[in-house]
């Protein structure tokens, strides 16, 4: 029950959102509130049901209150009134916004007006522990805390654009993807229209030839703008996603990429950058095929790809973007066997991944993202060889790859990644010096590689690949310690990998890699 007549019906909605914000933050408000109103759903998502209801053409009417209350003891008719009839509440959060009491007001009495409506947080400045409000942290009617998910407008997250589409996603209801994906799509109509209507006027003037020319490159450009988005959920989103382990979510990114080339009339026609950008999303559709456990999907998606990227290749076999797009796609054809212990079948993969990685170093020997991709395909080969217990000439590769690795960090110090791969390539060379009975040096090894792997999950303690280097250290480890006769640290190293693993498994059930580690985990040691 509502007091002081606030409401005249149960689910009164006047309103889409109430926005609430502390006036030092006037301006950035006045400027989303204007950009809220005036966007226009994309019409093809206009009507389509939502958990929001259906889908509306514009997100119009947006409350904002315009008074300043320092006199004031408690929020005004009008505020109140505007809550009341609000169908969500959207929250400018920043330092400002955690002093200001109104904005504590606001976010309480929507809350307990509308338990059941989502309240969104848009971060405008600062860190969220000195940004988000104190009433936005308060637990709900069973004691939970919720930390809410916030559009982050900051330059090094979302950014603006992102951002805006995300709070468009909160208040209809509607996936983001497909709000970026149909965004996308109005934006190239938009163009097309302006080319067609550029053409009808190259007819009127005879003109017709330069003004063809003029279509074809505003057609280019808006290709290069489509393919913009893709770059971006090929590198920037797919690697957020993926510290968070959500392979739910990277296969609708992956889906939605791979269906505007679908929409292409003609592939051939397409330039080679294209079709090189097809490739990589080949790649990755394979790479989360081979993580849910679909290994025949995932080949074929590898296969398609190698055809494209070796044709590439073949036309410019000096091209280092060529030879790269190459060498990924022999990798992921090597990697395919390699995961079902088809060892024999994926060396020869991994040794022409190696040889074009030397192709590129020799082309460009201070470029060190293809030192590393030498390191890489040195420490495929080094696992085969571990795997398949070869002669030292073939395991000293696992030597090779630590050199060229550790090579790669002092290019690029301070990057996560790299120690990452060193860390991995430590793990490597401490196998292969098992399997030269080598146990107290290969401990050494594991140690370097567990010190690294905590040094990174301290400074990024959420970070899903991180926590999973963590889990198979532990559990490399404790077979190492075992094989030394340290019976009761063995044990219970692997206790704590069992645990880490399930923690992994709980995050992203479709995860297969996670399911296969827990059962191996479950097996006596060696």
């Given at each position: 029950m509502?007091?002081?007549?606030?409401?005249t019906?149960?689910d009164?909605?006047?309103?889409?959102?109430?926005?609430?914000?502390?006036?030092?933050?006037?301006?950035?408000a006045?400027?989303?509130?204007?950009w809220l109103?005036?966007?226009?759903?994309?019409?093809?998502?206009?009507?389509t049901?939502?958990?929001r209801?259906?889908?509306?053409?514009?997100l119009?009417?947006?409350?904002?209150?315009?008074?300043?209350?320092?006199?004031?003891?408690?929020l005004?008719?009008?505020?109140?009134?505007?809550?009341?009839?609000?169908?969500a509440?959207?929250?400018?959060?920043?330092?400002?916004?955690r002093?200001?009491?109104?904005?504590?007001?606001?976010?309480?009495?929507?809350?307990?007006?509308?338990?059941?409506?989502?309240?969104?947080?848009?971060?405008?400045?600062?860190?969220?522990?000195?940004?988000?409000?104190?009433?936005?942290?308060?637990?709900?009617?069973?004691?939970?805390?919720?930390?809410?998910?916030?559009?982050?407008?900051?330059?090094?997250?979302?950014?603006?654009?992102?951002?805006?589409?995300?709070?468009?996603?909160?208040?209809?209801?509607?996936?983001?993807?497909?709000i970026?994906?149909?965004d996308?799509?109005?934006q190239?109509?938009?163009?097309?229209?302006?080319t067609?209507?550029?053409?009808?006027?190259?007819?009127?003037?005879?003109?017709?030839l330069?003004?063809?020319?003029r279509?074809?490159?505003?057609?280019?450009r808006?290709?290069q703008?489509?393919?913009?988005?893709?770059?971006?959920?090929?590198?920037d989103?797919?690697?957020?996603?993926?510290?968070?382990?959500?392979?739910?979510?990277?296969q609708?990114?992956?889906?939605?990429?791979?269906?505007?080339?679908a929409d292409?009339?003609?592939?051939t026609?397409?330039?080679?950058?294209?079709?090189?950008?097809?490739?990589?999303?080949?790649?990755a559709?394979g790479?989360?095929?081979?993580?849910?456990?679909d290994s025949?999907?995932?080949?074929?998606?590898f296969?398609?790809?190698?055809?494209?990227?070796?044709?590439?290749?073949?036309?410019?076999?000096?091209?280092?973007?060529?030879?790269?797009?190459?060498?990924?796609?022999?990798?992921?054809?090597?990697?395919?066997?390699?995961?079902?212990?088809?060892y024999?079948?994926?060396?020869?993969?991994?040794?022409?991944?190696?040889?074009l990685?030397l192709?590129?170093?020799?082309?460009?020997?201070?470029n060190?993202t293809?030192?590393?991709?030498?390191?890489?395909?040195?420490?495929?080969?080094?696992?085969?060889?571990?795997?398949?217990?070869?002669?030292?000439?073939?395991?000293?590769?696992?030597?090779?790859?630590?050199?060229?690795?550790?090579?790669?960090?002092?290019?690029?110090?301070?990057?996560?990644?790299?120690?990452?791969?060193?860390?991995?390539?430590?793990?490597?060379l401490?196998?292969?010096?098992?399997?030269?009975?080598r146990?107290?040096?290969?401990?050494?090894?594991?140690?370097?590689?567990?010190?690294?792997?905590?040094s990174l999950l301290?400074?990024?303690?959420?970070?899903?690949?991180?926590?999973?280097?963590?889990?198979?250290?532990?559990?490399?480890?404790?077979?190492?310690?075992?094989?030394l006769g340290?019976?009761?640290?063995?044990e219970?190293m692997?206790?704590?990998?069992r645990r880490?693993?399930d923690?992994?498994?709980?995050?992203d059930?479709?995860?297969?890699?996670?399911?296969?580690?827990?059962?191996?985990?479950?097996k006596p040691?060696?």
């Amino acid at each position: 029950m509502v007091n002081e007549g606030i409401v005249t019906a149960a689910d009164a909605r006047s309103y889409r959102a109430f926005l609430s914000y502390s006036h030092t933050d006037e301006r950035f408000a006045r400027r989303l509130h204007r950009w809220l109103e005036a966007y226009r759903i994309p019409p093809r998502l206009v009507g389509t049901a939502s958990p929001r209801g259906p889908v509306p053409k514009r997100l119009t009417p947006i409350f904002r209150d315009r008074a300043e209350l320092p006199a004031a003891t408690s929020l005004d008719r009008e505020v109140r009134l505007a809550l009341s009839q609000s169908a969500a509440l959207l929250v400018l959060c920043s330092p400002a916004a955690r002093k200001s009491r109104w904005v504590d007001a606001e976010i309480e009495l929507f809350r307990g007006l509308h338990p059941d409506r989502p309240i969104i947080a848009a971060l405008v400045d600062g860190e969220p522990e000195e940004s988000f409000p104190r009433a936005l942290l308060q637990p709900d009617a069973n004691g939970v805390v919720h930390e809410p998910i916030a559009a982050d407008f900051r330059g090094d997250s979302d950014g603006p654009k992102l951002a805006r589409l995300k709070i468009v996603a909160g208040l209809t209801g509607v996936a983001l993807d497909q709000i970026i994906q149909r965004d996308a799509q109005r934006q190239l109509r938009r163009v097309i229209a302006i080319t067609l209507l550029t053409v009808l006027l190259t007819l009127s003037m005879a003109l017709m030839l330069i003004f063809a020319v003029r279509a074809q490159m505003e057609a280019q450009r808006q290709r290069q703008q489509a393919e913009g988005l893709i770059e971006f959920m090929l590198t920037d989103l797919r690697q957020k996603l993926e510290g968070v382990g959500r392979l739910d979510v990277l296969q609708t990114v992956n889906q939605r990429a791979l269906a505007y080339y679908a929409d292409q009339p003609n592939l051939t026609d397409l330039p080679a950058d294209s079709l090189d950008r097809r490739a990589r999303i080949l790649h990755a559709m394979g790479e989360d095929d081979q993580k849910r456990g679909d290994s025949a999907g995932a080949l074929a998606k590898f296969r398609e790809a190698h055809r494209v990227t070796g044709a590439l290749l073949d036309a410019d076999p000096r091209d280092p973007t060529r030879v790269f797009a190459h060498a990924q796609s022999e990798y992921w054809l090597g990697y395919a066997d390699y995961i079902v212990f088809k060892y024999d079948a994926s060396l020869p993969h991994f040794r022409a991944y190696r040889d074009l990685a030397l192709r590129l170093v020799e082309l460009r020997p201070d470029n060190r993202t293809y030192v590393r991709e030498l390191g890489y395909a040195q420490g495929n080969i080094c696992s085969v060889a571990v795997s398949r217990k070869g002669p030292k000439d073939v395991l000293a590769e696992c030597g090779r790859a630590l050199q060229t690795m550790e090579k790669v960090g002092r290019m690029a110090p301070g990057d996560a990644s790299v120690q990452e791969d060193i860390a991995n390539r430590h793990g490597w060379l401490a196998d292969a010096l098992r399997a030269e009975g080598r146990d107290r040096e290969a401990l050494e090894e594991r140690r370097k590689q567990a010190a690294i792997v905590e040094s990174l999950l301290h400074d990024d303690p959420k970070n899903a690949s991180y926590l999973e280097d963590w889990m198979l250290v532990r559990y490399s480890t404790s077979q190492v310690l075992h094989a030394l006769g340290e019976q009761h640290e063995a044990e219970a190293m692997r206790a704590e990998a069992r645990r880490d693993v399930d923690r992994l498994s709980a995050s992203d059930p479709a995860n297969n890699d996670w399911r296969i580690w827990r059962r191996k985990f479950e097996k006596p040691f060696d």
